[in-house]
């Protein structure tokens, strides 16, 4: 079974500005603008590829939304809906921007992630609700993009030693849906 690995944290403001100030603070990273049509800037917030996006708010009320890498989109949707979540947009693709897309690929082939040329999209990507209408994202990278989010030959899986400690945490003896009291 494919796992779902968090690879965007989209957070959206009112104040693009002042978001961008707080997360910069906050984080003691630089946000960079995303080459995309939307106002968004981002910065990596861990090792593993996941990638902290802080955008203008499209719609009142909108919540920050984590973004899961799958390596099916199609396949993904299917076992989404038939556990019952249901596809709020989407798919769409993740296109770069015909205007920007030769700065694009001029910058791409700086980066320490590039191994092959940079595309015209980042890949496709649908929004989600779970089954209790929860919302998330997921994305299909395309595979040049997959060095950046360290997915497919570049992941780094979890190690034995996270899953001996996520297999002690399992043999507790509490009780799968009751609260535990103090």
């Keep these: 079974m494919e796992l779902f690995k968090p690879a965007i944290i989209n957070v959206p403001v009112d104040d693009v500005g002042a978001g961008i100030e707080f997360y910069q603070t906050m984080l003691g990273v630089p946000l960079a603008r995303n080459l995309s049509h939307a106002i968004a800037y981002h910065a990596?917030?861990?090792?593993?590829?996941?990638?902290?996006?802080?955008?203008?708010?499209?719609?009142?009320?909108?919540p920050v939304t984590v973004y899961f890498a799958v390596e099916s989109l199609e396949e993904s949707l299917g076992r989404l809906t038939d556990l019952g979540g249901s596809v709020i947009a989407g798919p769409y693709e993740l296109s770069i921007p015909k205007k920007i897309r030769p700065e694009f690929r001029e910058s791409f082939k700086e980066s320490p992630f590039a191994t092959e040329e940079a595309g015209d999209s980042l890949g496709m990507g649908a929004s989600v609700h779970d089954?209790?209408?929860?919302?998330?994202?997921?994305?299909?990278?395309?595979?040049?993009?997959?060095?950046?989010f360290k997915l497919g030959r570049y992941a780094r899986p979890v190690t034995q030693e996270q899953l001996k400690d996520q297999m002690i945490a399992l043999r507790r003896g509490v009780p799968p849906v009751e609260l535990v009291d103090d």
Excluded: Y
């Design 44 to 62: 990596p917030v861990s090792s593993d590829g996941v990638l902290l996006v802080v955008s203008q708010k499209r719609f009142p009320g909108e």
């Design 131 to 148: 089954a209790q209408e929860n919302r998330f994202g997921l994305i299909e990278f395309n595979e040049w993009a997959h060095a950046t």
